[in-house]
């Protein structure tokens, strides 16, 4: 056993009212300058949709993450390196302008400088790549609230891994469809594509927290990082020719602060915390030949930080002691081990991800109680969950690689907390019968509430700051922040032509600690 330390997140879907507030924080922080104007690092899918870029997840097409070879080992669906090494001039395989989409501008000085006359002046979209004008036919929001789903949706892949049945169930007309909403950043996997795709190593995994970072210093711009992740959450500055990426807004964490995106998170869905992993585990659990097995395989390598040979290997690791304590009141750690509700996005990509997801639960109870149901029934309860508006089979397309028994499960705990805490609410009465359906206590069911409902601030985030002492065990390495030169954050064309340097970014960077160290 080789215990290492993770920070990640989880994001509550049912919250989620896509009102788009992280993604604009996250753009107004890391990616408002040149040569990023089409970059998300932190979007918000509708769902069903074929996301940014258009059709990401079909990696049949983009050839991402990873597969296994005909021994049952790990190669990159990509290709190995000698396919690499002849595609690095002729990358056949990278998205597209048009697959994310043309950033526009618009011809302000002819609104401003019109003369007085009779008619309204109007102005014409620009390409903010070339200056000239262009129509607007696609965007990172294009598919919001189901816009386009009824041209568009039918592309969506998950719909084709449904079973027929459940496809045919789907409908993209505004009445009959349905919808949620997916935010999606870089997902700091524990097995990442990009690392090893990377011909000239600028990206690289942090060994002391996990977060997947890009050293603009000795990257080349091969692409082969866009091309390997299967989430395509690595960009191209094409100002720079550097690889950019999300950040998972380190200078923020060393500091224990959460992440810009859960920070502004209007719907308080974000979570973020810290989990103890076997290192040893890592490939084992990438490699399983069962696909439907890889859910729990990644769940197999956390470590159970209460445990003390845990306790005690992690301390052999140099692992402060403030990181095992936040680690064992990691809100992650509840949701995704302990409680069993937040699953991976798409763990047959066998990049492990880190970002993780508790599906969203249509209003079930509602719907039982409108058929003069009892909501408090475990039975009607759980026989409503089949008949979501959302398709189980869909969402389990999206989690857990098809397996919709794994994701009927995680909702129907979440509607039985619902109805238990209702009845605990109304009259006081213990809905035993709801205990008993899920096989929880009353007190998991109740710190369960307590989370997932009205935990506050400390709660939702449990991050460890940064150890100053450890910073010389970093000697040597780059320990500012990736992005914090010409081309970075605040910078723009003009501040470079004008000789100025970085300016402050608009996060506090504490001392150098931590922050650069390597995998």
């Not at 059709?55 to 669906?77: C, I, M, N, T």
């Not at 140099?318 to 304590?325: G, H, L, V």
């Not at 149901?373 to 309860?381: R, Y």
Request: with cysteine; aromatic share 8%; net charge negative.
């Amino acid at each position: 056993m080789r215990p290492m330390a993770q920070v990640a997140m989880v994001m509550n879907l049912d919250k989620c009212i896509g009102c788009h507030t992280c993604s604009v924080t996250c753009k107004q922080t890391w990616t408002n300058r040149d040569g990023t104007e089409y970059v998300w690092f932190n979007n918000v899918e509708t769902k069903p949709g074929i996301g940014y870029p258009k059709g990401y997840e079909d990696q049949r097409h983009w050839r991402g993450g990873w597969v296994l070879d005909r021994r049952g080992r790990l190669k990159l669906r990509s290709g190995g390196r000698v396919k690499r090494l002849l595609s690095l001039f002729a990358n056949p395989t990278l998205p597209s302008i048009d697959d994310y989409y043309e950033p526009i501008t618009y011809d302000y000085d002819t609104l401003i400088n019109a003369p007085a006359g009779p008619y309204t002046p109007t102005i014409r979209p620009k390409s903010a790549l070339t200056g000239n004008d262009t129509a607007i036919t696609w965007g990172a929001n294009w598919e919001d609230d189901l816009g386009g789903a009824a041209e568009n949706a039918g592309g969506d892949v998950n719909i084709a891994a449904m079973p027929a049945e459940a496809a045919e169930r789907v409908r993209f007309s505004f009445e009959q469809t349905f919808m949620f909403h997916l935010p999606r950043i870089c997902e700091h996997c524990l097995n990442p594509a990009c690392v090893a795709a990377c011909p000239s190593g600028a990206m690289y995994k942090r060994e002391e927290d996990g977060i997947v970072l890009v050293d603009q210093d000795r990257c080349r711009g091969w692409r082969m990082c866009v091309s390997a992740c299967p989430y395509k959450k690595v960009y191209l500055n094409h100002h720079t020719g550097k690889a950019e990426k999300c950040t998972f807004c380190f200078p923020r964490i060393e500091s224990g602060q959460p992440t810009v995106c859960a920070e502004t998170c209007v719907g308080r869905l974000r979570y973020i915390g810290l989990v103890l992993y076997d290192a040893d585990a890592v490939e084992a659990a990438a490699s399983v030949t069962d696909p439907g097995q890889l859910l729990e395989a990644q769940r197999g390598i956390f470590l159970d930080p209460e445990d003390p040979a845990v306790i005690h290997a992690a301390r052999a690791a140099d692992i402060p002691e403030d990181w095992i304590a936040a680690a064992q009141r990691s809100p992650v750690y509840q949701l995704a081990v302990r409680d069993r509700v937040a699953l991976p996005l798409h763990p047959e990509y066998r990049t492990l991800p880190m970002v993780w997801y508790i599906p969203p639960l249509s209003p079930v109870l509602d719907a039982v109680s409108d058929a003069e149901g009892d909501n408090t029934d475990p039975d009607q309860v759980f026989h409503a969950i089949r008949d979501l508006r959302i398709p189980v089979e869909y969402l389990a397309s999206l989690f857990t690689n098809g397996d919709a028994e794994v994701v009927a499960g995680v909702l129907m705990k979440l509607s039985a907390m619902r109805g238990y805490m209702r009845a605990r609410t109304l009259d006081g009465s213990v809905a035993n019968e709801l205990l008993d359906a899920t096989g929880m206590t009353a007190d998991e069911m109740e710190r369960l509430y307590r989370l997932l409902a009205i935990a506050p601030y400390e709660e939702r985030y449990v991050i460890p700051a940064a150890h100053h002492e450890d910073g010389a065990r970093l000697a040597g390495l780059d320990t500012g922040c990736s992005l914090d030169r010409p081309g970075g954050p605040g910078m723009s064309g003009a501040l470079e032509a004008a000789g100025k340097g970085p300016v402050d970014l608009p996060m506090p960077i504490p001392p150098p600690a931590r922050s650069g160290g390597r995998r």
